[in-house]
Each structure stands twice: as structure tokens, then as C-alpha cells.
T-cell receptor, first 111, second 115 residues
Framework: GNSVTQMEGPVTLSEEAFLTINCTYT??????LFWYVQYPGEGLQLLLK?????DKGSNKGFEATYRKETTSFHLEKGSVQVSDSAVYFC??????????FGRGTQLTVWP | DTGVSQNPRHKITKRGQNVTFRCDPI?????LYWYRQTLGQGPEFLTY????????KSRLLSDRFSAERPKGSFSTLEIQRTEQGDSAMYLC?????????????FGQGTRLTVV
């Protein structure tokens, strides 16, 4: 089955710093790739997705590019805010829609 | 539609008791998933329905766990003879089939504590 390896956290940054959270995956075929975010006390929300190689998903200043050659889907943001503090999950999908989650990366942004 | 709804939000039960959780998916979604999330971990897949058919079950889903989706709408997850190791957040998600993989929408989860 599909699996994902995600950058270990926690990650602590100052406001306006650059963020990278690494994600690599193994998969059968070429699944869609997703980043989900879990804010404190809330449920999982889709942050962005990419459905095929070289696609770039983007939302709220976050970006991730589907790299088939390196089987990676790294999450980046140029300038983080305190409100970005959350747990981020990388997840390849499958043809049945099932998601394969990593352990998540805790991000804390200080003012 | 207000999204995926799960009830109850919290459940505390004594070891050995049975518990049942309910999930109401987004109305036009035909796919429904159950996941379990323990502290510091990502969600782990438990089972998947397409309409009323249960098409996949994880080996994590022991004989004490059963899930149903009788009319292809809401779903229930029952845990019999609960154990302390069952303490976790149980998440439900729904999506619709489409030409591309469509995103899954998650509920707020049911937090189970077995004492």
C-alpha cells in the first residue's frame, strides 16, 4: 500500500520566517497528493492538493509541488504567521479515496 | 449542508462496555471512511464504504469493531468490550466519486476515553 514519510517535528519558527515541511511518499501508481492541517481543537481540513506530476497545489500562501521523480510533495510558505500554528499532515490518496497519513508535523510560530 | 457531523463529540466509558458512534456525511457524498487517531500520530484508516457496501477493512479493525452504513447515508461504528487501548479520536470522513480523486471532508471526531 501507499505510505508517507514526513519531517519530524516540532518545528518552531518566528513570524515571517520561511517554512518547509518535507514529505516523501511511496505509492502504487500516481495517486493524488494532499496536505491536511489540524488547528488546535479542530478537525482535519484540506490545505491543498495536487492530482498529477508537476502540479502545484496552493492555498493561504502555502504551496507544494508534485514531484514524481523524487516522490516528494514538500510544503512551503514564504512568510508564516502565528495563526499558521497547527499540525500538518501529508497524505497520498488512492483510487478508492483512502488517505495514507504520516505522523504529522507540529508547527509553532512565535510572534 | 453543514459538513460531516459526528456524535457524540466525547465519550467516556468503562472497560468492557460497548460504545457506538454515529457519522452523518455530506449529503451528496457516496464514500464514507472511518479513521482512528491517537495522540501524536496521524489518522489510521479503519474502514471504507461506498454507498452501503463496506469495501475495505483495515486489519486494525479487530472482531470487536463493526461498522455499518445501512442506507448509504449515515454510518455507525460500534466497539464491543472496550479496552483501554481503544482510547483515541475516531474520525469520519466523506467524499464523492469523480473523474479525479476528490477531497475528503472530515468531521470533528469522537474522542473516546476508556477508563
Amino acid at each position: 500500500g501507499n505510505s508517507v514519510t514526513q519531517m519530524e517535528g516540532p518545528v518552531t519558527l518566528s513570524e515571517e520566517a520561511f517554512l518547509t515541511i518535507n514529505c516523501t511518499y511511496t505509492a502504487t501508481g500516481y495517486p493524488s497528493l494532499f496536505w491536511y492541517v489540524q488547528y488546535p481543537g479542530e478537525g482535519l481540513q484540506l490545505l491543498l492538493k495536487a492530482t498529477k506530476a508537476d502540479d502545484k497545489g496552493s492555498n493561504k500562501g502555502f504551496e507544494a509541488t508534485y514531484r514524481k521523480e523524487t516522490t516528494s510533495f514538500h510544503l512551503e510558505k514564504g512568510s508564516v504567521q502565528v495563526s499558521d500554528s497547527a499540525v500538518y499532515f501529508c497524505a497520498p490518496g488512492s483510487t478508492l479515496g483512502r488517505l495514507y497519513f504520516g505522523r504529522g508535523t507540529q508547527l509553532t510560530v512565535w510572534p | 449542508d453543514t459538513g460531516v457531523s459526528q456524535n457524540p463529540r466525547h465519550k467516556i466509558t468503562k472497560r468492557g462496555q460497548n460504545v457506538t458512534f454515529r457519522c452523518d456525511p455530506i449529503s451528496e457524498h457516496n464514500r464514507l471512511y472511518w479513521y482512528r487517531q491517537t495522540l501524536g500520530q496521524g489518522p489510521e484508516f479503519l474502514t471504507y464504504f461506498q454507498n452501503e457496501a463496506q469495501l475495505e477493512k483495515s486489519r486494525l479493525l479487530s472482531d470487536r469493531f463493526s461498522a455499518e452504513r445501512p442506507k448509504g447515508s449515515f454510518s455507525t461504528l460500534e466497539i464491543q468490550r472496550t479496552e483501554q487501548g481503544d482510547s483515541a479520536m475516531y474520525l469520519c470522513a466523506s467524499s464523492r466519486t469523480g473523474g479525479e480523486e476528490t477531497e475528503a471532508f472530515f468531521g470533528q471526531g469522537t474522542r473516546l476515553t476508556v477508563v
